[in-house]
C-alpha cells in the first residue's frame, strides 16, 4: 500500500518535472537573446583558466578556486537557465588583430620600478637596458616612470573581464585591451611609460605631448625600445604612444617577429650594443 502511494507520488512529481522542462524549452527558445546576456558574462569567464562559473559584476578578484557560489536564487527557472548556458560551448574570444604572445616565467624577471604599490618587472635584458635608458632620459632632465611591465595572463584576464563588463562585449574589450594570452605585456619585453612630471597624461594619448615621449622617439631604438602600435599600425590596434617594447635582444625580435613586418629588417648583430657610449655615437633616431 505505502509502496503503491509513493510509487504514485514519485510519477506525479516526474510529470511535474516533465512538463517543468517543456517550459524551460519554451522559454529557452523565446528568450534567445535573454539567455545571449547571461552567456556574455559567463563567458567572458572562460577565457581564463581557472574562473567561477558565474561572475559579480563587483569582483575584480581572481578566483582561482571555483567557489560553491552560495548566492540565494529565488526562481529555479532563472536558475536552471543559468546551467544551461554555462553549459552551452563558449564562443572563442575575440582577438581582433591580436598575437597570441607566451608568458615569461615571473621568477627570471628582474624588478625595475613601482607604480605606487605595485612592482614593475621585465626580463633581464630588457630591464638592462631600461635602467640605462631612464638614466640617460634623466640626464637630460627627463623622467620615464614604469606604469606597467609584465602581466601575467591571469591579470590580463581580470583586467579584460572588467572592459567586458564596462563595455558590453569581448568584441568592443578587445579594440582597447589584448584577451588574455595576447597581450605583449606577458613576455616581460613591454613597459607602459609615463612621465615623472606629467602624471595626468598616464595612459592617454595626450601622453604623445610629453616630454618623455618625444625624448623616447628620439632615443628608444638607441636602447632596442620601439613604440609596438603607432597610429594606423598595421594591426589596426589603437594608438598607444605609452607602450614601448624591447626588441633590442635576439629571444625579444624572435617574439615580436609576427608584430613587426613593417619594422626596418634588423639582424641581431645590427643591434646598438648597451653599453654608456652607444647614446652618443647613435646621434638622432
Ligand atoms: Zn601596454
Not at 544551461?84 to 621568477?107: E, S
Not at 598616464?202 to 610629453?210: E, G, K, L, Q
Request: positive net charge; glycine residues 6%.
Amino acid at each position: 500500500m505505502d509502496s503503491s502511494k509513493r510509487f504514485h507520488g514519485w510519477q506525479r512529481w516526474l510529470r511535474f518535472l516533465l512538463v517543468l522542462l517543456i517550459s524551460f524549452g519554451c522559454i529557452v527558445g523565446l528568450n534567445n537573446a535573454a539567455l545571449q546576456h547571461t552567456l556574455e558574462a559567463s563567458i567572458a569567464q572562460e577565457v581564463s583558466p581557472s574562473t567561477t562559473p558565474k561572475p559579480s559584476a563587483s569582483s575584480l578578484q581572481p578566483s582561482p578556486i571555483a567557489s560553491p557560489s552560495p548566492q540565494p536564487v529565488a526562481n529555479p527557472a532563472l536558475q536552471q537557465l543559468q546551467q544551461l548556458g554555462t553549459a552551452i560551448a563558449p564562443k572563442p574570444v575575440p582577438k581582433l588583430n591580436h598575437f597570441p604572445y607566451p608568458q615569461a616565467d615571473p621568477n627570471t624577471l628582474i624588478t625595475v620600478g613601482h607604480y605606487g604599490q605595485r612592482i614593475e618587472r621585465l626580463a633581464p635584458e630588457a630591464a638592462i637596458a631600461w635602467q640605462k635608458m631612464v638614466s640617460a632620459a634623466r640626464e637630460e632632465k627627463v623622467y620615464i616612470i614604469p606604469i606597467s611591465g609584465f602581466r601575467s595572463v591571469a591579470e590580463q584576464t581580470q583586467l579584460f573581464n572588467a572592459r567586458v563588463r564596462r563595455w558590453g562585449s569581448q568584441i568592443a574589450a578587445a579594440k582597447v585591451i589584448a584577451p588574455p594570452g595576447y597581450s605583449e605585456h606577458h613576455t616581460g619585453y613591454v613597459m607602459d611609460l609615463g612621465d615623472g612630471r606629467a602624471r595626468n597624461l598616464d595612459v592617454t594619448t595626450a601622453f604623445a605631448r610629453s616630454s618623455v615621449y618625444k625624448w623616447m622617439q628620439k632615443h628608444g631604438k638607441e636602447f632596442g625600445f620601439e613604440l609596438s602600435f603607432p597610429q594606423n599600425n598595421f594591426q589596426k590596434i589603437s594608438y598607444e604612444p605609452w607602450h614601448w617594447r624591447f626588441v633590442g635582444s635576439p629571444a625579444a625580435m624572435q617574439l615580436f617577429a609576427a608584430g613587426r613586418p613593417q619594422a626596418m629588417p634588423v639582424q641581431p648583430n645590427q643591434m646598438p650594443l648597451l653599453t654608456p657610449q652607444s647614446r652618443s655615437k647613435s646621434g638622432n633616431g
